[in-house]
């Protein structure tokens, strides 16, 4: 048997579509997964303040109404970008199945697949966490060198610092920082950052004063009730870490170390797949592309050398509602 007939383009398929990712990625939470058929699309979002009520004005009796004017509406244009990986099969396979195990072979195969799943996924999950602590996405690598701007005000950015120090006035930074959002008619009410940072917050001697207050320690569940309970903010933290195929097997973190994303709400986006090229090639039609699959998977044979090729790829590209909900913080010591 032919090792590159032991799956077929349904088994590729019904894999990619039932695949389940062994981590529960922070940004796949705050840009679920979709899939559209279109790999260019546009985005129109509210101007800074576009969502704060308008007032309409009074008027005297028998007088004309004064004419309004609607929300300023900016539209931005965004390509998806292509992710992909491929790897040539293992000749352990070709030998399994001259021994007549076909399932040793499926199993190296599949291995295959679902290392190319991960690979392609886990760059996916960088895209969303780079937009989330940049407010934009900056690609540098395989000849693509752009950077994609969502719109973001630098003016949202701030730096806390002193953060170390145990004596510093955490809470006062969080106040003014706060307060600074809601007259910009933002409500921050998420925040993701690094294990670091949530230590720099228990180590704090004023907020271990405000606990010992209240009958508590400053361990991080009770910190972060504390400052739940001060400023309605919920902190999620990103210590997951992720290395280069074919590095130095550096470990890189998804999320900065020194910085704090405030969000407004967890509504924050769609992470959008695209067909790839090679589906739009491989079905018969547009109608027959599968909206279940993000991650296209194929299989093919070369002659010379001889080889069997699996691969998955996939259009990707995530997508922000509203910029304006992002405010970044940089945490220097």
Do not use: C
């Not at 809601?182 to 720099?200: D, E, H, M, N, P």
């Amino acid at each position: 048997m032919d090792i590159s007939t032991l799956i077929t383009r349904k088994d590729l398929d019904d894999f990619s579509a039932n695949y389940e990712y062994p981590t529960d990625w922070l940004g796949t939470q705050l840009f679920p997964r979709e899939k559209t058929d279109d790999l260019e699309f546009a985005l129109s979002q509210l101007e800074q303040y576009g969502n704060i009520p308008s007032i309409a004005k009074v008027h005297a009796f028998d007088t004309e109404a004064r004419i309004g004017s609607r929300e300023k509406l900016t539209e931005k244009h965004f390509e998806s970008l292509l992710i992909k990986e491929k790897l040539a099969t293992s000749e352990k396979a070709q030998y399994a199945l001259k021994n007549n195990d076909k399932n040793k072979a499926l199993k190296i195969i599949y291995d295959d697949l679902n290392i190319e799943m991960q690979r392609v996924l886990t760059r996916t999950e960088l895209e969303n966490m780079q937009v989330i602590s940049t407010g934009k996405l900056t690609i540098n690598e395989n000849n693509v060198n752009t950077v994609i701007e969502y719109g973001y005000d630098n003016s949202h950015d701030t730096s806390f610092t002193g953060w170390s120090d145990p004596t510093h006035n955490i809470i006062g930074d969080l106040n003014l920082f706060v307060q600074s959002a809601l007259k910009q008619g933002k409500r921050l009410a998420y925040a993701v950052t690094s294990s670091k940072i949530v230590g720099y917050l228990t180590a704090n001697k004023g907020i271990g004063e405000m606990l010992k207050i209240q009958g508590a320690i400053p361990t991080v569940p009770n910190v972060l009730n504390y400052i739940y309970a001060q400023f309605g903010l919920q902190i999620a933290t990103n210590d997951e870490l992720y290395k280069i195929e074919g590095g130095d097997n550096t470990l890189h973190r998804f999320f900065p170390e020194n910085k704090i994303s405030f969000l407004t709400t967890l509504d924050f986006g769609k992470g959008y797949f695209a067909p790839t090229p090679d589906e739009l090639t491989d079905v018969a039609s547009a109608a027959d592309i599968d909206m279940r699959q993000n991650v296209y998977l194929k299989s093919w044979k070369e002659q010379d050398p001889s080889t069997v090729w699996t691969m998955g790829s996939a259009v990707y590209l995530p997508a922000v509602k509203d910029i304006n909900t992002l405010y970044i913080a940089t945490v220097a010591a």
